[in-house]
């Protein structure tokens, strides 16, 4: 699998959050879809820590600077610490929406890191990214480390920030090209360290999309997606979600019986950040979007509750299980590149 990363979950739970036996249930857990994550994932070097799943590097100290700041000033104190060759290096820089979710574990909680990490004074709240939220610019992508929340914050509100360096030769990138400022204002990147510079992550092939037999082939990814994006017909709860997986593959939908429900890293995979409404790159050949999507994968902060994709934001939500919610949109790994 291309530029997705294991979720970390390695246990499965039934609709009201009790622990089951993975066997067959379809679940993430189950599936264990991504690049798996190596068997000592951390290098620690001084005041740096290496993960050796990404080939990202992060200052061990993920509150660095002490206090919560604005997202520009959070910019500021990164090139500060460069004048200051912090760890050794001067090259160290707010990390994109990618790079940021990457540190995630969706087995953990509070935080939401993988259990064993050498981090220290990991704060249980927002982290900013790099990445403006276009659906409002003056917002820009954040992380939540207690349970693992995608969202954005008001530019000129206080959060936290921690500093990354290095590139990944398994992350995408976010698809984001252009920079704003805290006012939302577009603005010329040059020397803003937005990821709309930077650039940082795997370009996307052009064209991403092809539709072969009926099914959508991801060309960044080698994920096939139903070019249907709302095979029930409306929303449902997230068993029934598996249900109709299930019912694709007796059916065999467009000829295939390997249909899944996607993991939240699958679901995600798909968002475009210099888009919204949907969030999806341009000329997607994906109908009848919907905005939430279930995933296979549960929140660990909620084990009655499963992550979704609210996909005209770009967000990463929760839902709860037995509630008839959101979408399906099943996913299948391809042969074909």
């Given at each position: 699998?291309?530029?997705?990363?294991?979720?970390?979950?390695t246990?499965?739970?039934?609709?009201?959050?009790?622990?089951i036996?993975?066997?067959?249930s379809?679940q993430?857990?189950?599936?264990?879809?991504?690049?798996?994550?190596?068997?000592?994932?951390?290098?620690?070097q001084?005041?740096?820590?290496?993960?050796?799943l990404?080939?990202?590097?992060?200052t061990?100290?993920?509150?660095?600077?002490?206090?919560?700041?604005?997202?520009q000033?959070?910019?500021?104190k990164?090139?500060?610490?460069?004048q200051?060759?912090?760890?050794?290096?001067s090259?160290?820089?707010?990390?994109?929406?990618?790079e940021?979710?990457?540190?995630v574990s969706?087995?953990?909680?509070k935080?939401?890191?993988?259990?064993?990490?050498p981090?220290?004074?990991v704060?249980?709240g927002?982290?900013?990214?790099?990445?403006?939220?276009v659906?409002?610019?003056?917002?820009?992508?954040s992380?939540?480390?207690?349970?693992?929340?995608?969202?954005?914050?008001?530019?000129?509100?206080y959060?936290l920030?921690?500093?990354?360096r290095g590139?990944?030769?398994?992350?995408?990138?976010?698809?984001?090209?252009?920079?704003?400022?805290?006012?939302?204002?577009?603005?010329?990147?040059?020397d803003?360290?937005q990821?709309g510079e930077l650039?940082?992550?795997?370009?996307?092939?052009?064209?991403?999309?092809?539709?072969?037999?009926?099914?959508?082939?991801?060309?960044?990814?080698g994920?096939?997606?139903a070019?249907?994006?709302?095979?029930t017909?409306?929303?449902?709860?997230?068993?029934?979600?598996?249900d109709?997986?299930?019912?694709?593959?007796?059916?065999?939908?467009?000829g295939?019986s390997?249909?899944?429900l996607?993991n939240?890293?699958e679901?995600?995979?798909?968002?475009?950040?210099?888009?919204?409404?949907?969030?999806?790159?341009?000329?997607?050949?994906?109908?009848g979007?919907?905005?939430?999507?279930w995933s296979?994968t549960?929140?660990?902060?909620?084990?009655?509750?499963?992550?979704v994709?609210?996909?005209?934001?770009?967000?990463c939500g929760?839902g709860?299980?037995?509630g008839?919610?959101?979408?399906?949109l099943?996913?299948t790994?391809?042969?074909?590149?």
């Amino acid at each position: 699998m291309r530029h997705i990363l294991n979720t970390g979950q390695t246990h499965c739970y039934s609709d009201v959050g009790e622990q089951i036996n993975c066997h067959f249930s379809g679940q993430d857990a189950d599936l264990r879809i991504g690049v798996s994550w190596p068997t000592v994932r951390y290098k620690l070097q001084k005041e740096v820590v290496i993960d050796r799943l990404t080939g990202l590097a992060w200052t061990r100290n993920a509150n660095i600077g002490t206090f919560p700041c604005t997202w520009q000033e959070s910019f500021e104190k990164i090139r500060k610490l460069n004048q200051e060759y912090y760890g050794g290096y001067s090259d160290w820089r707010l990390p994109n929406r990618n790079e940021l979710r990457s540190l995630v574990s969706y087995q953990t909680k509070k935080p939401s890191l993988p259990d064993g990490n050498p981090f220290l004074n990991v704060f249980l709240g927002w982290y900013w990214s790099s990445t403006t939220a276009v659906i409002n610019p003056a917002y820009a992508w954040s992380l939540h480390l207690e349970g693992a929340r995608m969202f954005y914050g008001r530019k000129n509100q206080y959060q936290l920030f921690w500093p990354v360096r290095g590139q990944s030769a398994v992350l995408p990138a976010t698809g984001q090209k252009k920079c704003y400022d805290e006012s939302g204002h577009t603005i010329d990147c040059l020397d803003t360290g937005q990821d709309g510079e930077l650039l940082l992550g795997n370009d996307w092939p052009r064209p991403r999309f092809t539709v072969e037999s009926g099914v959508i082939h991801d060309r960044l990814t080698g994920l096939g997606w139903a070019a249907h994006s709302d095979m029930t017909g409306g929303s449902v709860s997230w068993p029934e979600a598996f249900d109709a997986v299930q019912q694709a593959n007796r059916e065999k939908l467009d000829g295939l019986s390997s249909w899944r429900l996607p993991n939240i890293n699958e679901l995600t995979s798909l968002v475009d950040c210099s888009r919204h409404t949907p969030a999806l790159p341009k000329g997607h050949p994906v109908q009848g979007m919907k905005d939430g999507y279930w995933s296979s994968t549960t929140s660990f902060f909620e084990t009655d509750w499963a992550w979704v994709l609210y996909l005209n934001k770009g967000a990463c939500g929760v839902g709860h299980k037995p509630g008839n919610h959101f979408h399906v949109l099943p996913v299948t790994t391809l042969a074909f590149t």
